[in-house]
């Protein structure tokens, strides 16, 4: 396929992406090579640029108002994943997509409900869900590092028998090993829920980012996920993560229950990101091809670097997500990983530990970077260790 776009990842040199002043290229000294936060080292997106300047010039900056995130999502949904259950019906503007989990969890549980997740998660997972006065539960993946069903049924009936039935808040595809959930895995994982009394909520903010040869399929498309709920939105996509806008999607069979949200939620999103996010979803996807191009050269990349300066180290390549999981236990470290390649590498990576059972030892990379830095990155790492 021709790509109209160049590499994004390539876009950028170092020197330009140290002026930015986001979390990703402020937190750490400039020594540091900053491969951790969900953040791409891309230029925003030429549609997405153009849309925000124009926005801005005419004073287009008040509050956000009607349907225009819902068919954008819509349109793409239906090119990308042969889906049309993207409706103004069953859609609802929230402000992001932790915070939608958080009003979808509402819903559908009452406090003091468990919330199952599938450890090594993303750590908000816990201490959104925490904080909202739901009870955690790790159903943990399997060594493959997909959902272990025999795990997740005997969690389900255990909360089931013990008359707390709550929800599983599913990651799809998983954060941080990149997983791209089969159909077949979906179907069970509806089967079960259902069987059990568990609701289904879907954090999809990854569903963009799947590499060629691979396809995501919405939770909401497979039998039995009529009562589920998603949420989805541009922002990783199309590296929006300062512009605050996301959307929540209901099954057929949860319309209701999201119709209940407050309205006061839809005043949370930003107007200029929901312009951003629109525009993104609508005239963003050749720009997308090329990144998805780029991010699959970087796995193949970071195969090669490991094997040939860190062979020690595992690491599954996941088709999803630009985020990608090393299992770092046979370098037999002092030290967490993470905190070892920061001290003696200059590395900057995320910590397993926070991510639940089956990360310690691990650490997360981002490989939505140039190559020239994730080659650097690598080569630091195997130099502190000697």
Wanted: net charge negative; aromatic share 6%.
């Amino acid at each position: 396929m021709q790509l109209r776009y160049e590499n994004p990842l390539t876009s950028l040199t170092l020197d330009e992406l140290r002026t930015r002043t986001s979390m990703k290229w402020r937190k750490y000294p400039e020594d540091v090579l900053p491969l951790w936060v969900a953040e791409m080292d891309v230029p925003t997106p030429e549609p997405v640029a153009e849309a925000l300047i124009e926005a801005v010039r005419r004073g287009d900056t008040g509050y956000p108002v009607g349907d225009v995130y819902t068919q954008a999502l819509d349109g793409f949904a239906r090119k990308r994943w042969g889906w049309d259950g993207v409706t103004p019906e069953r859609s609802a503007i929230v402000p992001d997509v932790m915070l939608g989990v958080v009003e979808m969890l509402k819903l559908v549980t009452e406090p003091g409900a468990p919330v199952v997740v599938n450890s090594p998660v993303y750590p908000p997972f816990y201490d959104f869900v925490s904080h909202l006065d739901r009870e955690v539960v790790e159903a943990p993946l399997g060594d493959d590092g997909r959902i272990d069903f025999d795990v997740l049924e005997a969690v389900f009936r255990k909360l089931a028998g013990e008359s707390r039935r709550g929800a599983y808040l599913l990651c799809s595809p998983h954060n941080p090993t990149g997983v791209v959930h089969t159909p077949q895995e979906l179907e069970r994982v509806a089967g079960l829920s259902n069987e059990f009394g568990m609701r289904v909520v879907a954090d999809e903010i990854h569903a963009p980012l799947v590499a060629p040869g691979d396809r995501f399929t919405p939770y909401l498309t497979v039998p039995g996920g009529e009562n589920g709920l998603s949420l989805m939105s541009a922002s990783k996509g199309w590296n929006l993560a300062g512009l605050k806008a996301a959307l929540a999607i209901a099954g057929p069979a949860s319309a209701a229950e999201l119709a209940q949200m407050p309205e006061e939620v839809s005043h949370g999103p930003s107007h200029l990101g929901v312009i951003a996010h629109a525009a993104a979803l609508r005239d963003g996807g050749d720009w997308l091809d090329a990144l998805l191009a780029g991010l699959d050269a970087n796995r193949a990349l970071l195969a090669d670097l490991l094997a040939r300066h860190l062979p020690a180290v595992g690491w599954r390549p996941g088709p999803g997500t630009y985020l990608q999981w090393l299992d770092c236990r046979a370098l037999d470290l002092p030290e967490d990983p993470a905190d070892f390649f920061l001290e003696h590498a200059r590395v900057a990576l995320n910590s397993g530990i926070p991510f639940g059972t089956g990360g310690e030892g691990h650490a997360r990379i981002n490989i939505a970077t140039s190559p020239q830095i994730l080659t650097e990155a690598v080569g630091r790492m195997a130099a502190a260790l000697g």
